[in-house]
């Protein structure tokens, strides 16, 4: 059943749990999140970026939008890092019942006065708004900010922004950057920061962590066997999630596990079988290993069992 972000994540929030919202560009994606959700029982959320959005276009939101009507569980569909009100208001048109803003690159009075135009427009149709406050070191899909620039979040002004924008999760810097370089050995989280954020908005409010994927060494490894080439990549340490959720975060987004698990098997695919040419022979098993990656998420979060 399709609902909203803020349906799904005030519950969260409240029962101490946590919130996948995973990336999808295609069917098998969105099948793999959506059979993973069923078979957890678990609520999650569809995030599509713009670049999904240019890559898909309107057959993607159509497939999107009526898989998640379908389900037997909680969905939003959500937009990720949306860069502008038209943005915003084009995925409101399509049914997205989640929209994130994202002008963390600007000034904070910027950041404000942008981010609470788009929470009139979606709140009046009923949709919930994310935006963002402090910078993410690593590449965004439409910012690049050098690790040395990024900012972390103040408290105190994410307090002030949450007032004074009206919007319904923030994502929060506390040290983790998108992609799958998350710095050497143990990456880090600021959870000191994490805390005093949560502290000052309430033990309702849902914060969202960007940037948090696991980077599994096993898929990493499998990857790199199968021809593909990577650099030194690292995740964040599940028992840091873990920790996150506890001290206040309710939604965790992740991208780059799932487009590892689709690479790393359609690369042993092809190696595996010269011969295969037939598109879901090379495609069923990578939405299958995304389906098993999904499944271990929700198990980490604890949101299995809780639809
Ligand atoms: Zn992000």
Redesign the pocket.
Known sequence: MLVTGLDILSEARREGYGVGAFNTNNMEITQAILEAAEERRSPVILALSEGALKYGGRELTTLVREAARDATVPVAVHL??GSSYTSVLKALRFGFTSV?I?KSGEDFETNVAETRRVVEAAHAVGASVEA?LGR?AGV??HVAVDEKDALLTNPREAQIFVERTGIDFL?VAVGTS?GPYKGKGRPFIDHERLKKIAELLGPEYPLVL??ASGVPQELIQRFRAAGGEIGDAHGIHPDDVKMAISEGVAKI?T?TDLRLAFTARVREVLAADPKVFDPRKILGPAREEMRRVVAERMDLFGSSGRA
Request: glycine share 8%; net charge negative.
């Open positions: 990720d890092h994130m994202d963002e993410l965004e899909e994502a998108h960007h940037g987004n991208d």
